[in-house]
């Protein structure tokens, strides 16, 4: 077992939702695995449901449409613990993750939160 825990911090977009049931109708089960991802943008992969191992510093971020949600607990705790927001976008899925659906990827979005000591901006 691994040192997870549930924090229900992971939200879906209706995109994301109806992703996640065509994909739990042709494959059963599936789970997520949070990522860094590249230039500052999350990579969630997606696996069947046991077919990734986790280790002892994942954690349990939440669950999506019946589907845990981890991420290494030094990565979730470098970003600040941050809710997220499951989407899908066009691209492709990268490594052995399940795509979204013909030519589409998922992503995990998070709030911008301002940097402490950065002077707060007005909308006009």
């Known amino acids: 077992m691994t040192g997870a825990r549930v924090t229900g911090r992971v939200t879906a977009t209706a995109a994301a939702r109806q992703a996640i049931a065509g994909l739990r109708a042709r494959n059963g089960p599936v789970m997520f695995i949070q ?34 949600y981890y991420t290494d607990g030094r990565l979730d705790a470098a970003w600040g613990q941050p809710q997220l927001l499951l989407d899908v976008e066009p691209g492709f899925a990268a490594g052995r993750s399940l795509p979204a659906g013909p030519g589409k990827q998922f992503v995990a979005r998070a709030p911008v939160r301002p940097r402490r000591g950065a002077p707060h901006r007005r909308s006009r």
């Open 35 to 68: 990522a860094a991802g590249r230039g500052g943008r999350a990579a969630p992969m997606c696996y069947r449901r046991g077919e990734f191992l986790l280790g002892q510093g994942d954690v349990l971020l939440g669950d999506v449409e019946g589907c845990p």
